[in-house]
């Protein structure tokens, strides 16, 4: 996994609660290199579940309530690392319709090893989008924090997203 979102949910966790805790999780994750993870190192998948197990566990956050919050702190770190990737875009949906198809791309060129989860557009009218997320590590709440993280950041007070789980993917329907 990418190791920019381990540094990202580190510098949340200094954020949102404090730089101890994220000292005391690191530690007590007992990983070989101590935590010094970089942006562009790659990371098993199993640390950020242990990290964000530990911080459920010191939090009493439910797991995917804290992923979910990431994903939205995720995506404020994004439009300022990748704002490029923003341009012409005038709504969260006109965003989510290129994800695979212009985003991921560019992405694929910074992060040749990069494992990201495939967003194929079902539908799209003006105030609403389908969207069959797959993703090896399945991590719909993140998705979910990523696309209300750009409902905020787009303007959009009346987002509206609707999770479906089906067989080995999910559907959200996107509304604004």
Same mark, same amino acid.
């Given at each position: 996994m990418l190791g920019m979102i381990f540094t990202e949910l580190v510098e949340m966790v200094e954020e949102r609660f404090s730089p101890a805790l994220a000292d005391d999780i690191l530690a007590e994750a007992g990983l070989d290199h101590g935590g010094a993870y970089t942006a562009v190192g790659y990371y098993p998948f199993e640390e950020l579940q242990t990290l964000v197990g530990l911080l459920a566990a010191?939090?009493? +956050?439910?797991?995917?309530?804290?992923?979910?919050?990431?994903? #939205?702190? /995720?995506? =404020?770190?994004?439009?300022?690392?990748?704002?490029?990737?923003?341009?012409?875009?005038?709504?969260?949906?006109?965003?989510?319709?290129?994800?695979?198809?212009?985003?991921?791309?560019?992405?694929?060129?910074?992060?040749?090893?990069?494992?990201?989860?495939?967003?194929?557009?079902?539908?799209?009218?003006?105030?609403? +989008?389908?969207?069959?997320?797959?993703?090896?590590?399945?991590? #719909?709440? /993140?998705? =979910?924090?990523?696309?209300?993280?750009?409902?905020?950041w787009f303007g959009h007070p009346q987002l509206t997203v609707e999770s479906v789980p089906l067989q080995g993917s999910t559907l959200f329907r996107v509304q604004i």
């Amino acid at each position: 996994m990418l190791g920019m979102i381990f540094t990202e949910l580190v510098e949340m966790v200094e954020e949102r609660f404090s730089p101890a805790l994220a000292d005391d999780i690191l530690a007590e994750a007992g990983l070989d290199h101590g935590g010094a993870y970089t942006a562009v190192g790659y990371y098993p998948f199993e640390e950020l579940q242990t990290l964000v197990g530990l911080l459920a566990a010191r939090t009493g +956050i439910a797991v995917p309530d804290l992923i979910e919050a990431f994903g #939205q702190y /995720l995506f =404020l770190s994004f439009t300022r690392s990748h704002s490029t990737l923003l341009a012409g875009k005038t709504t969260l949906l006109d965003l989510l319709e290129t994800l695979d198809g212009d985003i991921h791309k560019e992405v694929y060129k910074l992060y040749p090893e990069a494992r990201l989860p495939e967003f194929r557009v079902i539908s799209r009218t003006e105030q609403q +989008i389908e969207l069959e997320y797959r993703s090896p590590h399945n991590l #719909q709440p /993140l998705a =979910l924090g990523l696309i209300k993280g750009g409902g905020a950041w787009f303007g959009h007070p009346q987002l509206t997203v609707e999770s479906v789980p089906l067989q080995g993917s999910t559907l959200f329907r996107v509304q604004i």
